[in-house]
């Protein structure tokens, strides 16, 4: 599988008002996404709440994402939460059946106790053994603790020949630098999630980009990738507002991305179950109101027109 180069989001859950799946507000997410220029979509990922979902959640959830979204772009998808190598390769393989583009391993989970040295790379191994004649990706995910993968641990991906997508939590750009040296010339394609970084990680030659705002204002990080090298100016410009826009991230994440979501017109709510509702506090929601109207200024000053929204 060779993944599409461009903006790749996080994908939240929905949940309706029993915190059930809410299967068709995640397939409007899934279309506004899609339909605001997404090369693919992450779903059952920390973003996705991945870690209080059960299996059968996580298919469902994978499953009703493939669907929506058909051949247009392509869905990947993680979701081995469970602490032993065995547990997590049943979830992989429940996972992998779904269909989606890549199964996407998590970097903690193939080292649940910090260990170092061989035991991601014995646990990948495994896995690549047990689950045969399917693509990976690899994720720096920083729940329950941020596990960054070594120069090593990074060839050695890059060399396997079956991990292909590699989520970059690094979150350092001289780091980055040294790991897309690493990658070159190999399957193993890099997608930054972090937006500080973002315009230095595309220069660099990063694949993409895969975070968290794209819940918020994906068209405009999507413009960013498509213009980053024929218009340095606005590029720049776009890079210190985006900065300074994704602090909203904060407590509330992911509620805060849901009410966003909703106050331009998708009707999702922002039911959640890993955080606490008190978290969205008047002030952060008075916060999202007011992007909403940077949103609209960026976007006039970008030429992109605002015509995704759909109920």
């Not at 992989?92 to 890549?102: C, E, P, Q, R």
């Not at 090298?229 to 991305?257: F, M, R, V």
């Not at 979501?261 to 179950?273: A, D, E, Q």
Request: charged residues 25%; glycine residues 6%.
């Amino acid at each position: 599988m060779i993944f599409n180069s461009g903006v790749w989001p996080t994908m939240i859950t929905i949940f309706d008002d029993e915190n059930k799946l809410d299967i068709p507000g995640n397939k409007r997410v899934a279309r506004h996404l899609m339909n605001s220029g997404a090369a693919g979509i992450f779903t059952v990922c920390q973003s996705s709440e991945m870690f209080v979902l059960d299996i059968e959640e996580k298919v469902l959830l994978a499953k009703s994402i493939l669907e929506e979204v058909g051949d247009k772009i392509q869905v990947i998808a993680s979701g081995h939460t469970s602490d032993t190598i065995e547990e997590q390769i049943e979830e992989l393989k429940a996972v992998a059946s779904t269909g989606v583009h890549a199964v996407v391993l998590v970097a903690n989970r193939l080292d649940v106790n910090n260990k170092g040295g061989d035991e991601l790379v014995k646990n990948a191994e495994r896995i690549h053994t047990e689950i045969p004649d399917v693509d990976f990706g690899i994720y720096e995910c920083p729940f329950p603790y941020h596990r960054l993968l070594t120069n090593n641990e990074i060839e050695w991906c890059a060399k396997s020949g079956r991990i292909k997508f590699f989520k970059d939590v690094c979150c350092n750009a001289d780091m980055q630098k040294t790991r897309i040296e690493l990658v070159k010339g190999t399957a193993l394609k890099l997608f930054n999630a972090n937006t500080q970084t973002m315009l230095n990680s595309l220069q660099l030659g990063y694949q993409g980009f895969n975070g968290v705002m794209c819940n918020f204002h994906i068209d405009i990080y999507n413009w960013m990738y498509n213009h980053f090298t024929d218009n340095l100016e606005k590029s720049e410009k776009l890079q210190e507002w985006l900065t300074k826009t994704c602090a909203i991230e904060g407590p509330a994440y992911p509620a805060i991305a849901k009410y966003h979501l909703n106050s331009l017109g998708l009707n999702v709510g922002y039911n959640m179950r890993v955080k606490p509702n008190e978290n969205l506090t008047a002030e952060i929601k008075k916060e999202s109101d007011e992007l909403i109207d940077k949103e609209n200024e960026m976007r006039k000053f970008l030429g992109i027109e605002c015509t995704f929204i759909e109920s």
